[in-house]
């Protein structure tokens, strides 16, 4: 059916805006595990770590009778040969990571149906990390990407202590999980650079935090912080983890004008042979989120959960609070099904007061499916909900659709967090 007004579009017209301002809108991609060119040696890029993406690990261990205790003793182009005879040769690379791999081999021109790696060890060996990068982001169709930086990585933090330049395209993030969720592990490591902090939080503890969350916030310049959290993430509890949230994180938060990003619902190493692909995913009880909420209102959260389960919930906290932002889908959940339900949903309960996805890219190269894959799932979700909102007798323009995505994929997380500076209050609005 077609309906329309002079200033309205046709549902023809309206699929064509939607698909037009998608491709050509730059996208943010909020959250990701790239790294800007200064923390290069950090990053993950080119074929061989595209091919062991523990995606693609996990899934190969379901169709090869290699042991993981064998896998891990393979050298990295090794493991990455195995997979791709494994998954790409022998059985049809039908699952949205195989396939995403095709895409980004068949965006550089590469052959999907190489009998082996050569023809694309070689292109990605030729390639410039700078030039590489842009023209990655470029195919992805992305301007910015944030970054995921662990202030007590020993590989990282020198880089930062040394003075990494910073870049207009990459974002960095202060990621708190070795201190939130490994505290026991960690606590020397901030004793160890000076830090009077003791293993129980006594004496001057979590003072001592705050001011470790300030020198690294003065260092890095984040735009949030972050952390991940299991399906156990409880709030307020008596635990060091709550403790810390309570009397560092949120103030230093507050203190720095920058959002707190929870991912929650991680179940870490239930499989530990199979290393970082062995993590699963469990529901949590959000009223921990619903309580973080309206204890710290001057607080602001970036909410992505991991559970199906978890999705409806969030969407109804996120009527409830005005400094509960929803972002993404995260993971196991970053497949066209998922992302249609749970985009629909957002949008039914929401309109489009959230951020509909991230890549969590880990290797460069990831962004161009990613986001390839977002485009194509939600030009069909946008259209229905202009679709049906003209059905009803409202109109929608292209300077409408224009205005939406840019709100979708760029606005609600500029404004969120400050992003370029001015005066304007957070909030979406
Ligand atoms: O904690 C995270 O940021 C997760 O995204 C990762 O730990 C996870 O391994 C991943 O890559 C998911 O996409
Ligand atoms: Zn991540």
């Not at 662990?150 to 974002?171: N, R």
């Not at 009397?247 to 929870?262: G, Q, Y």
């Not at 995505?405 to 005066?423: D, K």
């Amino acid at each position: 059916m077609h309906s329309t007004t002079s200033a309205g579009l046709t549902t023809d017209q309206i699929r064509a805006a939607v698909e037009g301002e998608l491709e050509s809108t730059p996208f943010i991609d909020m959250h990701t595990h790239l790294f800007m060119p200064s923390l290069g040696k950090l990053g993950l890029w080119g074929i061989d770590e595209l091919i062991t993406y523990h995606y693609l690990e996990a899934e190969l261990f379901r169709f090869s009778s290699i042991k993981p205790e064998q896998y891990w003793t393979l050298s990295k182009r090794q493991q990455a040969d195995l997979i791709w005879t494994t998954l790409f040769l022998e059985n049809t690379p039908v699952s949205e990571a195989t396939r995403g791999v095709m895409a980004v081999m068949n965006s550089f021109g590469l052959d999907t149906q190489a009998k082996d790696l050569s023809e694309a060890r070689e292109f990605f060996n030729r390639q410039k990390l700078e030039t590489h990068i842009r023209r990655v982001f470029e195919l992805a169709g992305i301007s910015e990407a944030v970054m995921t930086n662990d202030p007590l990585d020993p590989a990282e933090a020198p880089l930062w202590e040394g003075g990494a330049s910073s870049d207009t395209h990459f974002h960095a993030v202060l990621r708190l999980d070795r201190i939130l969720n490994e505290w026991e592990q960690n606590w020397q490591g901030l004793a160890a650079k000076g830090y009077r902090v003791q293993q129980d939080l006594g004496g001057e503890s979590l003072m001592e935090v705050r001011r470790f969350l300030a020198d690294w916030c003065g260092r890095m310049r984040p735009v949030y912080m972050a952390c991940s959290l299991p399906d156990t993430f409880e709030y307020p509890e008596d635990s060091i983890r709550a403790r810390l949230l309570r009397d560092a994180v949120l103030p230093a938060c507050r203190e720095f004008d920058i959002p707190l990003s929870l991912m929650i619902g991680v179940r870490r190493s239930v499989n530990p042979a199979i290393r970082l692909a062995g993590d699963a995913v469990g529901k949590a009880d959000l009223r921990a989120v619903e309580r973080l909420c309206v204890q710290l209102p001057e607080n602001r959260f970036l909410i992505s959960v991991l559970s199906r389960e978890n999705q409806h919930e969030l969407c109804v906290y996120a009527r409830k609070f005005g400094n509960l932002l929803p972002f993404g889908c995260w993971w196991f959940l970053n497949n066209p099904s998922m992302v249609e339900e749970i985009t629909r949903e957002r949008i039914e309960m929401l309109g489009y007061s959230f951020i509909p996805q991230h890549s969590d890219a880990r290797v460069l190269e990831q962004v161009i499916y990613k986001w390839k894959n977002t485009r194509r799932t939600m030009a069909p979700i946008l259209s229905r909900a202009y679709e049906l909102l003209t059905e009803d007798g409202r109109p929608v323009t292209r300077a409408e659709i224009k205005r939406d995505i840019n709100q979708l994929f760029r606005t609600n997380f500029e404004r969120w967090v400050n992003l370029r500076g001015g005066h304007e209050r957070h909030g979406i609005a």
